[in-house]
């Protein structure tokens, strides 16, 4: 799912949570759902029938699955001359149906019959009303847990299954769901028409998808999976740049990934109302029509770059999320911080002049600042109710799970990190996985401690920030590295924080460190408080100690490496490189650690700075000092210097 708006403040979970009553007891396992629905857009209200099939662990008179809202009848369990009547008990507060049946089921394989009905809400979850153009729209939105408001079902990651899809609609609309049409006939009552989806792959419930309404659709081909841009039909012809996005990432996906696009056809659905910004579902993306739809004769960078990105991240989630689940929610940042740091490759790939390195630098700053906090969270959430489930679609794990893979990737190198993520999506294809699979398959891959250092920042809260001091001894030069929890914001005074139970946090820091002079980065894990690393050759003025700018981790360069490297950052940085750099001194600075003298001893080598990214970094910073840090004595020097630092650049924007 990609947010509209990440949340950019969590809040700490609650240390004692309700025990795991809210799970599925796991003794019935569903294997494949027959479902049918009968949409009625006029009085918003939807009727069903159910056939699971599921498989029993162990002998039973009870079978538990989630059902909010819904009016359950006839419910039989069991089939031809064994199946039996049960009986039905809700539980509104764990959303919950016990179907309970008088002779003990055995063990192994049985169904489970349900009738349905339900309201098309106006919640903008589970089985709901859009509106648009004067008419109504069916459309269904389930992450995290709202598949039970649109039918029973074991609605839990881990409880992947197949399902069949039928919907009966009014004969001028069209449905749209995770499987391809295989059939359309009229009827079954005069003006309506019944349309059949093939079954789909095995997935999560929360995947499922159905849209009902006069949509229209653009049509294209890729890698040989057609591909649709739908929209209401006025806005379909807002669909072409989405279309072209849309088949240039199929190509790209299907040439990363070992597992060629697994869902036989791509729909892509505009919405008129919907919540996130746009949600995964397997074969059938639903997406808010901003996001999605833009003029292509007049789209602004801007609105191209969404499209790209939003499509990017969704269509990444068909591998890491559709294909390949998270067994719980505690781990979903195996789905989005994997999408999150997927997206960017088929951008970078496609838009060179996008500078997608300078954004990445950004996500990787925006974590950083909220990881500061010490409200923070670790990524690796302790979750359990819809609630607390929901709260974790935050920038913890979407941009934070991207910026810690991205410093993974950059460590072991891209070709194997690509390597290792093939060798995890085909472990777990059609089914779950856990954080630390993850982790296995990189360090089996890389043959590196990369399972030491996951869990440090998975597991545990907040950011390392790494202090960086030069010697020459010998005519060597000694770098020594230390690191702390960072804890940021003006009046934090900076300290390092405490664990739990009082010890200090430590991390296992992949760093990469370049040198002035030098070509090639020194890579080493920082495990300890602290290290001192001796570098070949003569002694060097300065060195940066996140090469590439991939590292989660706050730097601070000494006043010495500072006043050295600025006169020489445009020439020997890379763009990303150099806001990683300034935004670090930024919150260095903020949180008490460093003074504004070093700040302006480093930005004064930003003088030429072309990159837009990079440069609106350091001016807004700048425009803060001069509004509201510097006083009547101080503003005028701070003027004249910022005149003098940006002439040369003014002179040439003429
Ligand atoms: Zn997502």
Redesign the pocket.
């Known amino acids: 799912?990609?947010l509209r708006v990440v949340a950019l403040v969590t809040v700490a979970l609650a240390a004692a949570l309700p025990s795991a009553a809210q799970q599925l007891p796991g003794i019935v396992r569903p294997e494949h759902y027959d479902l049918t629905f009968v949409v009625d857009l006029e009085r918003e209200r939807f009727d069903g029938t159910e056939t699971i099939r599921v498989q029993t662990s162990e002998p039973t008179t009870r079978v538990v699955l989630n059902a909010v809202d819904l009016q359950l009848r006839d419910v039989m369990i069991g089939s031809g001359a064994s199946a039996q009547k049960a009986a039905v008990t809700s539980d509104q507060s764990n959303q919950t149906a016990t179907l309970t049946v008088p002779k003990t089921l055995p063990k192994g394989a049985s169904e489970i019959h349900v009738r349905f009905s339900g309201v098309l809400n106006d919640q903008l979850r589970g089985f709901y009303i859009s509106k648009a153009n004067n008419r109504k729209y069916a459309v269904t939105q389930f992450e995290a847990t709202d598949a039970r408001r649109a039918f029973p079902c074991f609605d839990e990651p881990v409880y992947k299954a197949t399902f069949a899809l039928t919907v009966t609609l009014d004969r001028s609309d069209i449905a749209i769901s995770n499987g391809k049409v295989v059939s359309d006939t009229p009827g079954p009552r005069a003006g309506q028409h019944t349309m059949t989806f093939g079954t789909t792959a095995k997935m999560s419930s929360y995947l499922v998808a159905i849209a009902v309404g006069d949509f229209q659709c653009l049509n294209g081909r890729a890698e040989n999976v057609p591909v649709r841009i739908c929209a209401t039909p006025d806005k379909m012809a807002l669909g072409h740049i989405a279309l072209d996005d849309a088949l240039q990432i199929l190509e790209f996906y299907n040439g990363y990934y070992a597992i060629k696009y697994p869902f036989g056809k791509l729909d892509v659905v505009a919405v008129p109302d919907f919540a996130a910004g746009a949600m995964?579902n397997t074969g059938a993306i639903f997406y808010r029509e901003v996001d999605l739809l833009a003029d292509s004769t007049s789209a602004s960078l801007g609105a191209r770059k969404r499209i790209a990105g939003v499509l990017a991240?969704?269509m990444a989630?068909q591998w890491f999320?559709d294909l390949v689940t998270m067994q719980w929610w505690d781990d979903l940042w195996l789905?989005?911080g994997f999408?999150?740091w997927m997206a960017n490759k088929p951008l970078a790939a496609a838009h060179r002049d996008w500078n997608i390195g300078v954004d990445e630098a950004v996500e990787n700053q925006r974590a950083l600042d909220l990881d500061a906090l010490r409200s923070t969270r670790p990524i690796h959430a302790n979750v359990q109710t819809p609630s607390q489930i929901d709260e974790i679609f935050d920038a913890i794990t979407?941009e934070k799970g991207a910026s810690v893979l991205r410093m993974v990737e950059s460590y072991v190198g891209e070709a194997t990190f690509r390597r290792g993520v093939n060798a995890y999506l085909e472990a777990h294809a059609y089914g779950n996985a856990t954080s630390e699979d993850f982790w296995k398959a990189i360090a089996d891959t890389s043959g590196k401690p990369v399972e030491r250092i996951l869990p440090t920042f998975v597991n545990q809260p907040g950011v390392p920030v790494i202090d960086v001091s030069l010697a020459c001894t010998g005519n060597r030069t000694a770098v020594t590295l230390s690191q702390q929890r960072f804890l940021g914001g003006s009046g934090s005074g900076g300290s390092g924080g405490s664990g739990p139970e009082g010890t200090a946090e430590r991390w296992q820091v992949p760093i990469c460190i370049k040198a002035a002079g030098r070509s090639a980065p020194a890579c080493e894990v920082l495990s300890d408080t602290s290290r001192t690393i001796t570098l070949d050759g003569p002694c060097v003025p300065w060195v940066f100690a996140n090469a590439g700018a991939h590292g989660y981790y706050r730097t601070a360069h000494s006043s010495d490496i500072l006043r050295a490297i600025a006169p020489r950052v445009t020439a020997e940085l890379t763009p990303a490189e150099r806001l990683s750099l300034i935004g670090d001194e930024w919150a260095l600075v903020r949180a008490g650690r460093h003074s504004m003298a070093d700040y302006l001893t480093l930005v004064a080598g930003y003088g030429r700075e072309q990159s837009s990214g990079v440069l609106e970094e350091a001016t807004t910073r700048l425009r803060f000092v001069h509004d509201y840090l510097a006083t009547d004595a101080t503003r005028p020097p701070l003027e004249r210097f910022l005149r003098s630092l940006f002439r040369p650049l003014l002179g040439e924007v003429g």
Do not use: D, F, I, Q
């Open positions: 799912m990609r995964e991240h969704e989630h999320g789905n989005e999408a999150t979407y």
